[in-house]
C-alpha cells in the first residue's frame, strides 16, 4: 500500500520528463548569432523576450562597434511597440530602422516567426535614415525633396569622392496602397543610387505593418535608409515567370483601393479561375502564388500579384492597378534553377558572395510550398548567407514589383582593399 505513491510519483515525473523531452526535440534553436567577413553581424531568435533579444543586440554592437541596425520582425511572435521601447531601454545610443514581416530569411534558411537583426559596423558602413509619414497625404515632392536632403547629409560626412559607393534601402507599409509613387519619388530623389527594399508584411493578415525607426512605431510610412561603403557590393533582382498569349484586360476596378472587379467585362474572379483552369471556389493565395500576371512595361514584363479574392468575386492586387490595363496569365519557371543562376550570375559578378540581404516576396514563398521545392529554395538561400524577409511587393531603382526576389549581395572585406 505504500508503494502507491511512489508508483504515482515516478509516473508523473517519467510524464513530465518525457513531455519535456518531446517539447525539447520540437522547439527550434532560440537565438543565434552570424559574423561575415565583410563585418556584418545577424542575431536572430524565436523567443517573444523583446527585452532579451535587444539585451543581445546591445552586446552585438558593442562588440564590432555598430552605429546602425536594420530589424526585421514577426509581428505574430513580437510587438513593435515592445522592441522599440526595449530598443530605446538596452540600446539607447543605436540607430535602426526596420519593419514587420511575412516570414523571415535567417542564416538557417526560409523561417518564420523570427526577429531578426543585421548590425552594421562603423569602420565600414556609414548610415543615414529618415521616415516618411503620413504616405497617404504626403506629396510626392515632399518625399523626393527629404530624400535629397538626405542624400546630401551622407554626402557632406563620407565625402563626394564615394558616392558611387552608395546604394539605398527602403521599407514601406505593404497595405498603403502607395508603393509605386514612393518608390517613384524615392528614386527621384536619390538621382544615380541605386534603390532596393521590400515591403512590410504582416504574415499573411492584410490588417496591420508596422515600420519602426530610433523610437518611432508607424504605419502609413516609410523608411529611407542610405549606406555608404567600401566593401564591394551589387543590386540585383530575379523572378521565376514567363508570360503566356492569355489576356485578362481590366474593364471595372477601384484604383484607390487596388481592386479590380471585371477582367474582359465577366466578373473578376470567375475570369481568372477559367484563364488558370479553375473554379473560382478553388482559388486561394496558393492559386494567385502559382498563376501570376504580369504587365508589359518598357518592353519588360513585371509581376501584379494578386492578394485576395472577395465574396462579391472582385480580386485585391498587391501592386496599382487602373481600367485598360492589359494582364498576361504568366507560366512559373523552375524557381529553385531561376534562382540558383541569378546567384551564380552575381557571385560571378562580385568574384564571390559574403553574404546577401535579400527582400523575397511572400507569394514566392507560397508557390515554392505548393510546389514541393520549399526545403530546396531555403535551403539555396542558407548556402549562399542570404539574410532578409518575406514581403508584400520589392522595390528596384524606380519600380515596385511582386513575386521577385530583390538583394544585395556582398563580397568579402579583402577583395575592396
Known amino acids: 500500500m505504500t508503494s502507491t505513491p511512489a508508483r504515482q510519483t515516478h509516473t508523473k515525473k517519467s510524464r513530465a520528463q518525457k ?6 526535440r520540437r522547439k527550434p534553436l532560440a537565438s543565434s548569432r552570424t559574423r561575415y567577413a565583410c563585418g556584418l553581424s545577424v542575431l536572430t531568435t524565436d523567443e517573444p523576450d523583446a527585452n532579451v533579444f535587444t539585451q543581445a543586440v546591445a552586446a552585438e554592437a558593442a562588440a564590432i562597434d555598430a552605429g546602425f541596425a536594420l530589424l526585421f520582425f514577426s509581428q505574430s511572435l513580437v510587438d513593435a511597440a515592445a522592441l522599440s521601447d526595449a530598443l530605446k531601454i538596452n540600446a539607447p545610443a ?25 548590425l552594421l559596423p562603423s569602420a565600414s558602413f556609414s548610415v543615414a535614415s529618415t521616415m516618411v509619414d503620413s504616405l497617404s497625404s504626403s506629396g510626392m515632392d515632399r518625399i523626393t525633396s527629404e530624400v535629397g536632403a538626405l542624400r546630401r547629409s551622407l554626402q557632406g560626412r563620407v565625402g563626394y569622392e564615394r558616392s558611387n559607393t552608395t546604394f539605398a534601402l527602403c ?13 517613384s519619388a524615392i528614386h527621384w530623389g536619390l538621382d544615380d543610387i541605386p534603390l532596393i527594399g521590400g515591403s512590410a508584411g504582416d504574415d499573411l493578415k492584410f490588417e496591420t505593418t508596422r515600420l519602426i525607426s530610433n523610437g518611432k512605431v508607424t504605419s502609413d510610412s516609410a523608411i529611407v535608409v542610405l549606406i555608404t561603403t567600401e566593401i ?69 514584363f513585371y509581376c501584379r500579384s494578386i492578394q485576395k479574392m472577395h465574396a462579391d468575386g472582385s480580386l485585391s492586387f498587391f501592386c496599382a492597378i487602373d481600367d485598360g490595363v492589359v494582364l498576361s496569365i504568366a507560366q512559373p519557371k ?8 541569378a546567384l551564380r550570375d552575381v557571385e560571378e559578378r562580385l568574384g564571390g558572395i559574403d553574404m546577401i540581404l535579400g527582400f523575397d516576396c ?45 538583394g544585395i549581395a556582398f563580397g568579402e572585406r579583402q577583395a575592396a582593399e
Open 362 to 406: 511572400v507569394l514566392r514563398r507560397l508557390d515554392a510550398r505548393n510546389r514541393q521545392v520549399f526545403r530546396e529554395i531555403s535551403e539555396l538561400y542558407k548556402v549562399n548567407n542570404v539574410i532578409g524577409f518575406g514581403t508584400y511587393g520589392e522595390q528596384y531603382r524606380s519600380m515596385h514589383l511582386n513575386q521577385t526576389f530583390t
Open 334 to 341: 523552375n524557381m529553385v534553377e531561376s534562382t540558383r543562376a
Open 232 to 300: 564591394p557590393f551589387h543590386v540585383f533582382k530575379t523572378d521565376n515567370f514567363v508570360p503566356t498569349d492569355e489576356k485578362l484586360v481590366v474593364t471595372a476596378s477601384d484604383p484607390d483601393h487596388r481592386t479590380v472587379s471585371e477582367f474582359n467585362a465577366t466578373n473578376a474572379a470567375e475570369e481568372y479561375a477559367a484563364s488558370v483552369g479553375v473554379i473560382r471556389q478553388m482559388l486561394t493565395p496558393l492559386s494567385f502564388a502559382s498563376h501570376p500576371v504580369v504587365v508589359k512595361v518598357g518592353g519588360e
Open 94 to 118: 543605436l540607430a535602426y530602422a526596420g519593419c514587420s514581416t511575412a516570414g523571415e530569411i535567417t542564416p538557417r534558411g526560409l523561417e518564420e516567426g523570427q526577429i531578426l537583426a543585421l
Open 171 to 183: 521599407f514601406i507599409d505593404g497595405l498603403s496602397y502607395a508603393e509605386e509613387a514612393v518608390t
Open 19 to 24: 513531455r519535456a523531452s518531446e517539447e525539447s
